[in-house]
């Protein structure tokens, strides 16, 4: 991105620094992000924008995906990448070789539909990677939740068909991408609070509107669009959460992954533009996701 854009390289230096300043970042596992495979893309994305993408980059400069997303040399490779964490991660959760996993990748994803990309996002990561669980584990049921402060319009677009996949987001409202559409057989649940939701407005909003559905629907393995943008510090919206919230969030699902999934869980990073904010967030939900 652009000098001053706040989709940039910073965020992930300040999770790092974060992670080190805690104490806990010798104690995860790391792994390199592989390339996702061209057809792994095409699992959730368009033959023809997924061609798109990968031929856009530019020698030098910047190409314009939409006014706010861009392109420069390196993009569509980190692009792949980001979608390779969650496959990887799909593939060490279900094996059983790491508990579970976060992806501390950029760029985000969930804004990508199957033919568009937006809102700083180019490949659906988190969408890649469920799209793998059900086609290599031939898992019958899987769920995403979206705690981003944006609605995740593409990952609903890409599965909104699909009875195999459902879909949870919580998201300010009206606020870009101005998207959610209705409950649809109780798989595509879009919560929309105001600005000014507080933390504990929030989590009685999931409690009421996210778990009671969840448990219907009794998903194999879980995804976490983990976006932390709705953090009070965060001036990219107007929603009031907290570390404590994001605490509180991950260990629902990890409460439902015990019951249902065999405690698979893949979380991929979304938003977060608040370094430190952003920073002390993701700690906390890694500690959570370590049960520390």
């Known amino acids: ?22 104490g806990i970042f010798d104690f995860l596992r790391h792994y390199d992000a592989p390339a996702a495979t061209n057809w792994q893309l095409r699992r959730v994305h368009q033959r023809k924008y997924v061609k798109k993408i990968l031929s856009s980059s530019p020698k030098e400069g910047l190409v314009h995906i939409d006014p706010d997303t861009y392109m420069n040399p390196h993009t ?34 969930h804004h990508a539909t199957q033919d568009e990309g937006m809102g700083f996002c180019f490949f659906n990561n988190v969408a890649v990677g469920a799209a793998h669980a059900l086609a290599k584990y031939r898992l019958e049921r899987v769920a995403i939740v979206d ?11 890409i599965f909104e068909n699909d009875a195999r996949v459902m879909v949870c987001s919580a998201y300010q409202h009206p606020f870009y991408p101005y998207s959610g559409r209705p409950t649809v057989d109780g798989r595509l649940i879009n919560v929309e609070l105001k600005p000014g939701t507080t933390g504990a407005e929030f989590r009685e909003a999931l409690t009421r509107q996210w778990f009671p559905q969840l448990r219907n629907f009794q998903p194999q393995m879980i995804f976490i669009s983990a ?37 698979r869980i893949v979380s991929v990073l979304e938003g977060g533009y608040a370094l430190h904010a952003l920073g002390r967030s ?4 890694v500690r959570a996701l370590m049960r520390l």
């Open 76 to 109: 569509a490779r980190a692009a792949v990448r980001a979608a390779g964490s969650a496959v990887l991660a799909t593939n060490l959760v279900v094996s059983g070789k790491v508990d579970n996993a976060f992806c501390c990748v950029r760029p985000p994803g």
């Open 282 to 285: 993701v700690a906390a939900h």
């Open 227 to 263: 976006g932390f943008d709705a953090h009070i510090e965060d001036d990219m919206a107007e929603l009031q959460l907290s570390e404590r919230d994001y605490v509180w969030v991950t260990q629902q699902m990890m409460a439902l992954a015990e019951e249902y999934a065999k405690n």
């Open 1 to 22: 991105m652009i000098e001053g854009h706040p989709e940039c390289p910073d965020r992930i230096d300040a999770i790092r620094d974060q992670l080190l300043a805690d």
């Open 147 to 157: 705690f981003d402060v944006h609605h995740g319009n593409g990952t609903e677009d």
